[in-house]
């Protein structure tokens, strides 16, 4: 499903040349569910972000479903991440002043879905917010504004979900809750890929790859049977 | 979900500065609408007034015809006179159908100061669409009021409650009476606002024995009325100019005071307009977290373009249509406002609505709106939405 070989990713900060990723090669497979870790600034969310089609690398080759994305042009990148990848964000980012249900909706307005509002119940439901569909986030507690994220990410109906840190401002508790919603969503069928601090919930997944300077150091994937 | 309901989210979110933006073009285009539906009905005030008149040519003294005419409209003293016997005169030539004698001047009666014009028979010939109840004036001290001064001073004087009786006024520092004999019925012009009496009686009364101020003339053929202009002035001392000169010249003075003005309100309108880009900016800062997650969240740079373009566009459409509102009700009010400033104005009310106006007052705002929001809109559109997302 995401193919990524030799793949470099160097950015200017003021004067001083960063380089965030060196020469990264790794493959997913279709449904597949992996932790990425490793200490702050060693390009995680970068590998994330380049996964996710904001950003491209400076070389080296990605594909995703077999498509090479290295050098796509901005209007199909967006048409590409639009259908392909749904986003799960540590700050969660809703739309304050829209409902639940409305949050879930906006995906599916910019992709021109006339059937949002059925849809966006539904996803709801299916991660157990039911009855908060009219709430705004302001009355909603931290794991319940999560839980509405990872609905919106699912609202185009991708094949692979991207998290940055999604239980970094949640309490234990409901950070094991959201991983199990994940887990839930990876078993329906969606690759889920989660970038985290948390390495206790990460050794819970199948497969943990770790990322130190910009190189990945380690990728363990958990035997069938030991899981 | 659709456009219009994010774009409302997103101006209801900044109530105030949403509602500041909106005055200021507001106040912009109520001005804007004010003054094309005044200039308007002024025009139009002024060409129906001047049709009252009923002569095509005024002859006055040599001067500035202008200014004669302007104070004749405004009921005031006029420098210069012309010999009486001008009348015969212009009455002999070819083209003349009617040439009616005026003498203009003004008395003082319950505190107030009212035209006093002086004519012969001769000016029913102009004034055909005239209804007098009662009768022309006939003898020395006789006159007829127009509706307006009749109902005026039957409500506020002891003395005159109707045809026959009289009312006592100051003239040029004398005393005198002067006997009701006939009402005018209601023209709708200044003919309301005046007294008519003979001839002779606003000679005396005015100082003015054997004078004239103006001569009134209808002509046989219209298109004869150049070369008639050419054979009154060939009287010496003698100036003439065309009721349609008159209307002319008051338009070209009214388009350059307008252009003026027309001028000073687009600046305010460019001024409205930069607050406006203001706001926006503003709005595309605050919201650039938020951009940077729509992006991700499958946003197009040109639903993004479309979505800020859209607000901008929406503060300044409102803004001239509640402009337009407002502008509506001054307008009305305009008659009170302008009387103020212009010594010469039509009777009745200038204020008319027209939806010239309002197209005018909404679609300027508009075109500005247009241009201050596509810069904050473009920019919006083209935020890398990784360091979007990265921003506090």
């Given at each position: 499903m995401i193919h990524i070989e030799n793949l470099s990713k160097t950015y200017r900060r003021g004067q001083e040349e960063v380089r965030a990723l060196v020469n990264v090669s790794l493959n997913v497979e279709a449904g597949e569910f992996l932790a990425v870790v490793g200490p702050s600034g060693s390009g995680k969310s970068t590998l994330l972000n380049i996964v996710g089609l904001l950003d491209r690398p400076t070389s080296g080759r990605i594909s995703i479903a077999g498509k090479p994305c290295e050098k796509l042009g901005t209007r199909e990148a967006e048409l590409l991440r639009r259908n392909t990848i749904g986003f799960v964000f540590q700050q969660f980012l809703l739309v304050p002043t829209m409902t639940a249900l409305q949050n879930v909706m906006l995906p599916m307005y910019f992709a021109g879905d006339p059937a949002a509002r059925e849809k966006a119940t539904e996803l709801l439901h299916r991660v157990g917010l039911g009855n908060r569909l009219l709430h705004l986030p302001s009355q909603m507690s931290g794991g319940e504004i999560q839980r509405v994220a990872v609905a919106r990410a699912l609202a185009n109906n991708p094949s692979i979900l991207l998290a940055d840190e999604?239980?970094?401002?949640?309490?234990s508790r409901t950070a094991e809750d959201i991983f199990n919603l994940l887990r839930e969503i990876n078993q329906a069928g969606t690759t889920v890929i989660v970038v985290t601090h948390n390495t206790e919930l990460a050794a819970s997944l199948p497969r943990t790859i770790t990322i130190r300077d910009g190189k990945v150091i380690a990728d363990v994937k958990k035997d069938a049977s030991a899981a | 979900m659709n456009l219009f309901t994010i774009v409302w989210d997103g101006i209801r979110r900044r109530k105030i500065r949403s509602a500041l933006s909106i005055l200021g073009i507001t106040i912009a285009a109520t001005a804007l609408f004010s003054l094309i539906a005044l200039k308007q009905g002024y025009e139009q005030g002024m060409q129906a007034e001047l049709e009252k008149m009923g002569a095509q040519i005024v002859a006055v003294a040599k001067g500035c015809p202008y200014e004669a005419i302007a104070v004749i409209m405004t009921g005031g003293q006029v420098p210069a006179t012309l010999p009486e016997d001008v009348v015969e005169q212009i009455q002999k030539?070819?083209?003349?159908a009617s040439a009616s004698p005026n003498v203009y001047g003004a008395y003082k009666y319950l505190n107030l100061s009212h035209p006093l014009i002086g004519i012969t028979s001769e000016e029913l010939k102009l004034k055909s669409w005239w209804k007098i109840q009662g009768r022309f004036p006939q003898n020395f001290g006789e006159v007829v009021l127009g509706s307006v001064e009749a109902k005026m001073f039957a409500d506020k004087s002891n003395e005159f409650k109707g045809i026959g009786d009289s009312i006592t006024v100051t003239v040029g520092g004398k005393t005198v009476p002067l006997k009701v004999v006939g009402i005018l019925e209601t023209?709708?012009?200044?003919d309301d606002y005046s007294t008519y009496t003979t001839l002779q009686t606003a000679q005396d009364l005015l100082n003015l024995q054997g004078r004239v101020v103006a001569v009134n003339i209808r002509v046989k053929d219209i298109g004869g009325v150049p070369a008639t202009i050419e054979d009154i002035e060939a009287i010496p001392d003698v100036q003439a100019v065309t009721v349609a000169q008159v209307l002319g010249t008051i338009r070209n003075l009214v388009q350059a005071g307008q252009s003026t003005l027309f001028l000073v309100l687009l600046v305010a309108l460019v001024i409205g307009g930069l607050g406006t880009m203001n706001t926006m900016l503003m709005a595309v800062f605050e919201r650039t977290r938020e951009i940077g997650l729509m992006k991700a969240i499958g946003a197009s740079r040109w639903q993004i373009f479309r979505l800020f373009f859209s607000e901008g566009l929406a503060l300044c459409f409102f803004g001239g249509l509640f402009g337009a509102g407002i502008g509506s009700v001054t307008t009305l009010m305009g008659d009170v406002l302008l009387k103020q400033f212009v010594s010469v104005m039509p009777t009745g009310s200038v204020g008319q609505l027209s939806w010239y106006a309002v197209a005018v007052s909404v679609l300027f705002p508009v075109g500005v709106g247009i241009l201050s929001t596509l810069y904050p809109a473009l920019r919006a559109a083209g935020l890398n939405p990784i360091e979007a997302l990265r921003n506090e």
């Open positions: 999604p239980t970094g401002n949640l309490d | 030539l070819p083209n003349v023209t709708g012009s200044k």
